[in-house]
């Protein structure tokens, strides 16, 4: 079973920047692909970006492209999202989550692992 440990939240000004990580334990993490997904108060969780197996594809949602890079490093075990003019909009709880698949995929019924996720808040 593979462990998901996101860290690097926190309170940011917007148009501020932050660097998201997340840790998995466990092998064959390069084996599949990851992304991030993020859930606001009384909102439902939303896909945010995701990266395929090799680093190589990358897929963002609308709210976030040209603003938000995500990418991956398979020696350390480790998915990155950088955010970058974060919005106020951008608040919310960050998760990492890994994907039964080696490819990149928007849907949550893609995943099969989540992280414990991490608190973004952006002030105006």
């Known amino acids: 079973q593979v462990q998901l440990v996101e860290s690097g939240g926190g309170l940011v000004q917007a148009g501020g920047s932050l660097r998201l990580s997340c840790a998995a334990s466990?092998?064959?993490?390069?084996?599949?692909?990851m992304g991030w997904f993020r859930q606001a108060p009384g909102k439902e969780r939303e896909f945010v970006a995701a990266?395929?197996?090799?680093?190589?594809?990358?897929y963002y949602a609308e709210s976030v492209k040209g603003r938000f890079t995500i990418s991956r490093d398979n020696v350390k075990n480790t998915v990155y999202l950088q955010m970058n003019r974060l919005k106020p909009e951008d608040t919310a709880v960050y998760y990492c989550?890994?994907?039964?698949?080696?490819?990149?995929?928007?849907?949550?019924?893609?995943?099969?692992?989540w992280g414990q996720g991490t608190q973004v808040t952006v002030s105006s």
């Open positions: 466990g092998r064959s993490f390069s084996d599949h692909g």
């Open positions: 989550s890994r994907s039964s698949g080696s490819y990149y995929y928007t849907a949550i019924s893609e995943y099969e692992s």
């Open positions: 990266i395929n197996w090799s680093g190589q594809r990358k």
